[in-house]
């Protein structure tokens, strides 16, 4: 049996992923992590591998995330590709027909939202193309020459050239938008189209069933007694009502052109009826096609209109001193969405920005000049015979954090998750403690310096030193700190393996992730 699903159902998609993470019931993050990828891949820095989606996989992006940075609901938006005017470019036209067997002239797409059938001018304004300069002597259409920047109701011509063009103003993108959502290939739609105030004159004014266009298929020859003469209010005839055109004839007695005079309302089909408006018809029949509008009309719903199935997803990544989860001096290879991680127990992740990695609050006589070599092991022995063993995320000099993450290949198994033979550790992964037993010690060894202390007397998630307050971004209990997200909580709903990025204290990181539905 012959079947498809629309492009319907990715639309109404893309518009429930929106409304699910705007949905103060659910949490939604963005998150980084692996900061060690060449211990994965040696020639990751070139050549990242893709992805691999897996239960196994994902419990890997768990151990090696960093951080986490909330999506609010003014992070995400439905998008669409983005088409720029440029002079000189023949667009497609808007038409309710194309397939794969009356495919758009002049990019060969098979349906609407693949054709170029809209725009993005340099003033950030998206209009759609009604009219190409397609008639019988340019089947293709014409070159845009004239730019349009009205932000009229009512389609009409952007300039002087005669180029054909007629032009549909839909919105303009705000300033906060073009930061957040705009980019090379994707450009955003409005939120809230059909309630937003902003867009209520644009949406008020589509007409269901409305006919904008009709244009010329065969100009025909011999039409009427005389040549040069204006036949008013002909009428369309179709399932609908009330709309109209004029049609003008040359000097040489052919078609010289059709315009809608009344765009009328209620059609799914229609056609020109010459008999009904008195037009004659010519040796040669003179021909038309009736350009029939989107449901509810041009800019009654811009999503469906424009093929809005995209969503693109907006974060922030820079460095907060009240919140530093995210850690400089080392790099990060991942990025990633979750929905809905855990705090603890049941409770939903809350906060704006959360540390997915363990920490100590270490001391000692040289802990601010001790040094902790990036991705290097760290250990502790915990108990006789046990021994608890992370891999160096940070570590700062002045507050004697030292973050660390811990994951199975600190341990007895690879990458992949097998085990290997006679691992030094053996395969259990021990926690790091403020309590250990039997020959166990607090003690931790750093790259370069003396040896250092779990600081067992610090709690609290900041620090006062020379009268400065530091924050340390997590909750630390006799010097030991925990995640702040509970590990393999939630859905992890997207990957991206990057090229490795190194975070320094004066930057800032913007990550837009686009899901195509």
Known sequence: M???????IRILNAGNFVAGVRNQSNAYYSWIGLPNPSYYQSDWNTTPPSPKDNFNEENDYWDTMIALKKITDADVRQVVVNRSWTSGTTFDMYRHDYSRSNTAAVSGATNLYSASFYVINSDFRVYICLQNGTDPENPNGRPSLDEPTFTDLEPRSAGTSNDGYIWKYLYTIKPSDIVKFESTDFMPVPLDWGTSADNAEIRDNAVDGSIKIVTITNRGDDIGPTGGTVYTRVPITGDGSGAECTITTSNDKKVQSVVVSSQGSGYTYGTVDLVAGNVPIGSTRQTFEVIISPQGGHGADIYRELGAYNVLLYSRIENDIENPDFITGNQFARIGIVENPLETGTTLLASSKASAVNALRLSGAGYSSATFTSDSLVTQTVATGSTAVGRVLSYDQTTGVLKYWQ??????????????????YGYELVEFTSSPTGDGSLTIIPSSGSNLQIDTDFTGISTVINNRTYYLGQEFTSGVSNPEVKKYSGNIIYVDNRPPITRSSNQKEDIKIVLQF
């Open 2 to 8: 012959a079947a498809i699903i629309t492009d319907q």
């Open 407 to 424: 994951d199975r290949t600190n341990v007895g198994f690879n990458t992949l998750g097998a085990g290997i033979t006679n691992p030094t």
